[in-house]
């Protein structure tokens, strides 16, 4: 039997378990450089948390996917990485997705980065329909060379709507 050793509570239990049976506490995958963490809970066959940094020990890099996935690289509905994709909302460096937040945010409808995209994209370079940039390209364009009216109402409007 392959055993692990709790690092929480030093018990030894099978290493396939992915929780101590005794703490409860998470397994921790170490191999190679980096780690990986995956929750039990699954949906449609991918982790609910997928936690993974580094390399595999056979240098392979090691890529999140899960509902939510965190590492330098990941896949997921919701994806906090340094590259990725959130199909519904990425936060990183290099996202992409339905929403992102990020340096470089490639997003279908709220970009916001210092590279933007998306229906609605904030950044300091920014294409969209709706623009809020220091530059940038749209339909609608509130930015240091244009001040379109209905780019000013639609983001005071929205200003207020988010509490500001």
Known sequence: MNTV?????NHHYEKSLLTCPFCGTPTLLKSGTGFEWKSATEVLGFPFIHIAFGKDA?????????IIAIGQFGIG?????????????GF???MLGFSAIAQVAIAAYLGIGQLATGYIAIGQLAFG???LAQVGYGKFI???QFKDFEAVEFFKDLAHRIGF
């Open 5 to 9: 050793t709790c690092q929480s509570c």
């Open 58 to 66: 056979n240098g392979k890099r090691r890529i999140a996917r899960g």
């Open 92 to 94: 990183g460096q290099v």
């Open 129 to 131: 329909y709706y623009v």
């Open 77 to 89: 509905v919701i994806c906090i990485a340094q590259i990725g994709i959130g199909l519904l909302f």
């Open 142 to 144: 509130w930015s240091t």
